[in-house]
């Protein structure tokens, strides 16, 4: 069954340092993609990132990028430069396949929450 | 502004009564998803549909449906109401039937039940 594990409930890092999040994933489903959305205490859902399971190369925008390591099953994002906005909480998810028979759903993880000291 | 409208932004009801969530999807966009956000169970998929039809159903409860209309735009029905169903409700949209261009997402509902 598809999951999504990640394992920080809570992470801390000083203003303008890099900060890793950690996700993992499971999936027999050879196409997939994976998400990071960032959820400030406002509530809404902005997405951040996004990895297909093809992609030769690991995704970056902007201060954000992807640690795409397919044979551990983990799609690490990495938050360079962190600003005080960066504190939220931080969500990886997974849509499987392209075929006829998917749908598309996501499938969540529990969230990273990431505090970011002046 | 996301391009997916949600109302009410917050609804706050008493037990044993009935809601009805909106939520208009981006421009061009035919899928719709609703996500439920609680604090025990996190981030669930509800129930899809997609110019239409009923597409695909997740940890949906039958006090809960949904249904979307021929202008595209969807609602999230819950009677019923039990304390237990407070939590954020997400709606995102998606222009292909898989998701395969990215989803937008609403800000989304907020339901207290006391």
């Known amino acids: 069954a598809q999951k999504i594990t990640q394992t920080q409930p809570g992470m801390f890092v000083q203003e303008k340092e890099a900060v890793t999040l950690d996700c993992t994933y499971d999936t027999s489903d050879p196409s997939y993609g994976l998400f990071w959305y960032k959820q400030p205490s406002s509530g809404e859902m902005i997405f951040l990132i996004y990895?297909?399971?093809?992609?030769?190369q690991n995704a970056t925008e902007g201060r954000y990028s992807l640690n795409f390591q397919k044979a551990r099953k983990s799609a690490n994002l990495v938050i360079s430069a962190s600003q005080l906005g960066d504190s939220a909480m931080y969500f990886c998810?997974?849509?499987?396949?392209?075929?006829?028979?998917?749908?598309?759903?996501?499938?969540f993880g529990q969230g990273t929450t990431l505090q970011v000291k002046p | 502004d996301s391009g997916v409208t949600q109302t009410p932004k917050h609804l706050i009801t008493a037990t044993g009564q009935r809601v009805t969530l909106r939520c208009s999807p981006r421009s061009g966009d035919l899928s719709v998803y609703w996500y439920q956000q609680s604090l025990d169970q996190g981030l669930q998929f509800l129930i899809q549909y997609y110019n239409g039809e009923e597409r695909a159903k997740g940890n949906i409860l039958e006090r809960f449906s949904a249904q979307q209309f021929p202008d595209l735009h969807s609602e999230l029905n819950l009677s019923s109401l039990e304390l237990g169903d407070s939590a954020l409700y997400f709606c995102?949209?998606?222009?292909?039937?898989?998701?395969?261009?990215?989803?937008?997402f609403g800000s989304g509902t907020r339901l207290t039940v006391v």
């Open positions: 995102a949209s998606s222009v292909a039937r898989t998701g395969v261009y990215g989803y937008t």
């Open positions: 998810a997974m849509r499987e396949g392209k075929g006829s028979s998917n749908t598309g759903k996501l499938i």
């Open positions: 990895q297909g399971s093809y992609d030769q």
